[in-house]
T-cell receptor
Framework: EAGVVQSPRYKIIEKKQPVAFWCNPISGHNTLYWYRQNLGQGPELLIRYENEEAVDDSQLPKDRFSAERLKGVDSTLKIQPAELGDSAVYLC???????????????FGEGSRLTVL | AQSVTQLGSHVSVSEGALVLLRCNYSSSVPPYLFWYVQYPNQGLQLLLKYTSAATLVKGINGFEAEFKKSETSFHLTKPSAHMSDAAEYFCAVTPKLFVGGNTGKLIFGQGTTLQVKP
C-alpha cells in the first residue's frame, strides 16, 4: 500500500515569491493534516481536513497561507508571498477518521523542505 | 489544554546500553499517547501508541513505553541501544474522541535527539 506522497521534497525560493506543496494521502483516509516543523522543534498543526472541509485552521496564517482539498483527496498548501521565517519542513499526514475508527494514529509523508532566501 | 513535555533535547548512550526517553503530558483526562521516530530527511514513523488498553505498550524495533497515570508520564525505553536507533524521537498526545469533543489534533513535544555511540 502506498504511503502519503508529498512533492516537492525540496524547494528553495527568494522571499516574496510564491510556493506550493502537494500531498496525496493514503487511499481511504478521509482526514488530512498539514504540519509545519521548524528546525529542532516538533511539528505544529497548520490545518486539518475532514474530507473537503477544513475543520481546524486556527493555526494557519491566513494572510499568506492557503490550502485546499478538492474532491476530498489530494491537497495543496500555498504560501504567497513567502517570508524568511517560513523556512521549515512542511509535513502532510493522513488518518482514518470518524467515530469507530478514530485512534489518533497519523501517517506522515516525507515532508517538503522549504528554504526562503 | 493538552501539552507534552519531553525532558532532555539530547540523549547520548553507548551501543548496548539502556535507552530512556522521558515524556510527561498535561491533560485533565488520560489521552491517547504516541511515540514517533524521525530519521534524517524522512517523515515521522509511529513507534507505538497507548489507547487505554494495556499500560505497557510494545512497539517496533524493541521499544516499549509504560503509561503511568499517577505520574502523567509515558517514557520510552529500549533495553539495548543499537546504532540504527540514532534519530529524533517525538512524544505526542491527542484527546480521546468521546472526551469533550475531539479536536483530532496530534500535539507534539519538542523532540529528543538520540545519539548512540559505538
Amino acid at each position: 500500500e502506498a504511503g502519503v506522497v508529498q512533492s516537492p521534497r525540496y524547494k528553495i525560493i527568494e522571499k516574496k515569491q510564491p510556493v506550493a506543496f502537494w500531498c496525496n494521502p493514503i487511499s481511504g483516509h478521509n482526514t488530512l493534516y498539514w504540519y509545519r516543523q521548524n528546525l529542532g522543534q516538533g511539528p505544529e498543526l497548520l490545518i486539518r481536513y475532514e474530507n473537503e472541509e477544513a475543520v481546524d485552521d486556527s493555526q494557519l496564517p491566513k494572510d499568506r497561507f492557503s490550502a485546499e482539498r478538492l474532491k476530498g483527496v489530494d491537497s495543496t498548501l500555498k504560501i504567497q508571498p513567502a517570508e524568511l521565517g517560513d523556512s521549515a519542513v512542511y509535513l502532510c499526514a493522513s488518518s482514518l477518521g470518524g467515530l469507530g475508527s478514530y485512534t489518533g494514529e497519523l501517517f506522515f509523508g516525507e515532508g517538503s523542505r522549504l528554504t526562503v532566501l | 489544554a493538552q501539552s507534552v513535555t519531553q525532558l532532555g533535547s539530547h540523549v547520548s548512550v553507548s551501543e548496548g546500553a539502556l535507552v530512556l526517553l522521558r515524556c510527561n503530558y498535561s491533560s485533565s483526562v488520560p489521552p491517547y499517547l504516541f511515540w514517533y521516530v524521525q530519521y534524517p530527511n524522512q517523515g515521522l514513523q509511529l513507534l507505538l501508541k497507548y489507547t487505554s488498553a494495556a499500560t505497557l505498550v510494545k512497539g517496533i524495533n524493541g521499544f516499549e513505553a509504560e503509561f503511568k497515570k499517577s505520574e502523567t508520564s509515558f517514557h520510552l525505553t529500549k533495553p539495548s541501544a543499537h546504532m540504527s536507533d540514532a534519530a529524533e524521537y517525538f512524544c505526542a498526545v491527542t484527546p480521546k474522541l468521546f472526551v469533550g469533543g475531539n479536536t483530532g489534533k496530534l500535539i507534539f513535544g519538542q523532540g529528543t535527539t538520540l545519539q548512540v555511540k559505538p
